[in-house]
């Protein structure tokens, strides 16, 4: 299995152009989230989603929008990129949803930085 | 505001010894989890203890809940050099309607070979 897999690696953006962040998992889980992590922080959650065609808000959904149309595959939309959203963007995904958020699986992360 | 926070901030041991990092957190929770990072990596995860759990092993790893205090503590015994990395506990805060961990914003751990 590959994981979870996230595209690009490393993405430089003007302020206002959108982009797509690609986020994948292998692993049938119907759980999958967006966290973004500025430097010596914590991470912060942007979206989640509880199943295929099941989306909702995290702590910081301003400027970004998510779908998700099949099991695997959860991409994360800048609508028009801002300084402010520089950051290194992280996609997790977990089995279920019980009652209990179980074990996340981390992709390796997107650095994108916004001039 | 962070459900969690651990302290310290930052910590500094040598080889061998042991780290003891800990995390507080605010509402009732279903769960908590620990994570590590690797500078500019993603996320690995160590542990998850569940609220009706007191204490949990794995290897060398030592996770301890109170919920009478809302508290956690991560111990690892006997450092290595590899162990350098930041430490974050995660919460799944029961009954909020979002369904989502909440991070802290971590204890950066550095073992001095």
């Known amino acids: 299995n590959a994981g979870v897999t996230q595209t690009p690696k490393f993405q430089v953006l003007k302020t206002g152009q959108s982009m797509t962040l690609q986020c994948a998992q292998d692993?049938?889980?119907?759980?999958m989230s967006w966290y973004r992590q500025d430097p010596g922080m914590g991470l912060r959650l942007i979206h989640y989603?509880?199943?295929?065609?099941?989306?909702d808000q995290g702590e910081v959904p301003n400027g970004y929008n998510v779908s998700r149309s099949t099991t695997e595959d959860f991409p994360l939309r800048l609508l028009s990129a801002a300084p402010s959203q520089t950051s290194v963007y992280f996609c997790?995904?977990?089995?279920?949803?019980?009652?209990?958020?179980?074990?996340?699986?981390f992709g390796p992360g997107t650095r994108l930085l916004v001039l | 505001s962070q459900q969690g926070e651990e302290d310290p901030q930052a910590l500094s041991i040598q080889e061998g010894e042991n780290a003891t990092m800990n995390c507080s957190y605010k509402?009732?929770?279903?769960?908590l989890q620990w994570y590590r990072q690797n500078s500019g990596r993603g996320l690995v995860h160590l542990i998850l203890?569940?609220?009706?759990?007191r204490e949990k092993h794995s290897g060398r790893l030592r996770v301890t809940l109170d919920t009478s205090k809302k508290s956690s503590s991560l111990l690892i015994t006997a450092s290595r050099a590899a162990d350098t990395a930041s430490y974050f506990c995660?919460?799944?805060?029961?009954?909020?309607?979002?369904?989502?961990?909440?991070f802290g914003s971590g204890t950066r751990l550095q073992v001095q070979p």
């Open positions: 995660a919460t799944d805060a029961y009954n909020t309607g979002r369904r989502a961990l909440t």
């Open positions: 692993m049938n889980h119907e759980y």
């Open positions: 997790a995904s977990s089995y279920g949803t019980g009652p209990q958020l179980e074990t996340q699986y």
């Open positions: 203890i569940r609220s009706n759990e």
């Open positions: 989603s509880v199943g295929a065609g099941i989306t």
């Open positions: 509402t009732s929770i279903n769960n």
